[in-house]
């Protein structure tokens, strides 16, 4: 199984931990008095950075939410108080994509951007990539974070590097085959994306030499279906990986692929929250992902409610690593959730299902209020050659899974929209 750094990602958990208390606590002293957002949130708390002795220490630590550090940049444009350092320092701009309210500034330094490489090496190495690779990266390089980091990943494993912007799908299909990439890193829904081109064009994907495809930005690679269907189209495994822009690349999918991310602990510290209580809960029980990162003083991070949903397994995984992981990637997000007549519905199992019908080469979903009913209706693309009859096979399998009959209707070809980055497929609108 290759690796990125063998000694620490197969360590004993003490010595993971005691890994952890020396990089929080240098942390705390790096931004003590530097940073006013987080040296004024410790103060409230009347904390000082001596009083965090332990890892259970840092739950006397104040939460951290999206709220505050958006209205945070609000009240003190354009780049808000978590800032370490002063602004010359800074050598990276990025923002959010917004997709959950409004876009979020981020900058690193020239220390902390290697740092985003170094765990994007973690991601890469889990796939096992190496200098023998070339890594094609499909997207546009624009101001979201998205893939940026990867770039860096690839130059310290010692891979080649492709880059894919200013290209359109069927350019991005020939430049892969005439550079031999060997990788593709892309959203799940762009590879997906590509192979409809692929197949649109009779592009022989069996001339494109690769062997693994790294994917991030929204869920997918972790859905079994969406996986599965990935995977039959390019013929190669496909790796999962999660992570945030004001938070880092935290997680990654090695080669053993037991079913979750592995935490890159020796940057992060992970808490899993109940939503309900705000107590942390044990390993193997669901709740909010809590995370704080490790190695970006000028941006730091500290028990950030992601909004994730996760269970934590800590057992040694077979790959050798004993980095605990997610089991099950990311499970979903607290706020993604969505009641309909009563049942609790995740976009994530909505998709699963709908995956499962290969002849769905897209799908939207829309929650509405008809006479003060829910009601939910999906329109479904299929390839040029399906028979339209899936629809109500499709609604069968929801009804099942989900305990109400949504409205299922296929839709002429090119009417849904397609995505390069995150995908916006399900959409409430209600009264």
């Known amino acids: ?100 309210g409004s876009p979020f500034r981020v900058l690193d330094t020239e220390e902390s951007w290697d740092w985003w490489g170094q765990c994007w090496a973690y991601v890469l190495s889990g796939a096992g990539l190496s200098s023998e690779d070339r890594i094609f990266e499909a997207f546009s390089f624009g101001p979201f974070i998205g893939f940026w980091a990867s770039v860096e990943g690839a130059r310290k494993i010692g891979a080649m ?29 762009y590879a997906l994306r590509l192979a409809e081109v692929a197949r649109e064009l009779n592009f022989e994907m069996k001339t494109l030499p690769v062997r693994a495809t790294i994917h991030a930005g929204e869920p997918g690679a972790n859905i079994p279906f969406t996986k599965k269907r990935i995977q039959e189209s390019w013929n190669a495994k496909c790796y999962d990986h999660a992570g945030a822009s004001e938070v880092g690349a935290h997680s990654f999918e090695c080669e053993a692929q037991p079913g979750g991310t592995h935490i890159i602990e020796s940057e992060f510290i992970v808490e899993v929250m109940d939503t309900r209580t705000n107590e942390i809960v044990a390993p193997g029980e669901c709740g909010e992902l809590v995370i704080t990162n490790l190695g970006r003083w000028g941006f730091p991070i500290i028990r950030y409610r992601s909004g994730d949903l996760v269970v934590v397994n800590e057992e040694k995984c077979e790959c050798g690593r004993t980095f605990a992981r997610f089991e099950g990637g990311i499970v979903g997000r607290a706020d993604d959730m969505v009641t309909v007549r009563g049942v609790n519905v995740f976009p994530s199992a909505v998709e699963n299902i709908i995956r499962k019908f290969k002849e769905v080469d897209e799908f939207r979903v829309t929650v509405h209020t008809v006479k003060q009913m829910d009601e939910m209706e999906v329109e479904i693309e299929l390839a040029a050659d399906a028979d339209s009859s899936s629809a109500a096979s499709i609604a069968q399998a929801l009804d099942s899974a989900l305990s109400f009959r949504p409205t299922v209707r296929a839709v002429k070809r090119d009417t849904l929209p397609r995505f390069e980055l995150k995908a916006k497929r399900f959409h409430v609108k209600r009264e």
């Open 161 to 189: 590097m492709i880059p894919g912007g200013g290209r359109d799908s069927p350019q991005r299909l020939e430049l892969m085959r005439d550079t031999c990439s060997t990788a593709l890193c892309c959203t799940p829904t």
């Open 1 to 100: 199984m290759p690796f990125f750094d063998q000694p620490i990602e197969t360590a004993p958990r003490s010595q993971i931990n005691f890994l952890q208390l020396q990089k929080l606590r240098a942390m705390l002293e790096g931004i003590w008095e530097r940073n006013k957002f987080y040296t004024a949130k410790m103060k409230a708390a009347n904390l000082k950075p001596d009083d965090i002795r332990t890892l259970a220490d840092l739950r006397r630590l104040p939460l951290t939410t999206k709220h505050e550090l958006v209205h945070d940049q609000l009240d003190h444009p354009p780049f808000g108080s978590n800032v370490t350092y002063d602004l010359k320092k800074y050598v990276r701009f990025h923002q959010t994509s917004g997709t959950t």
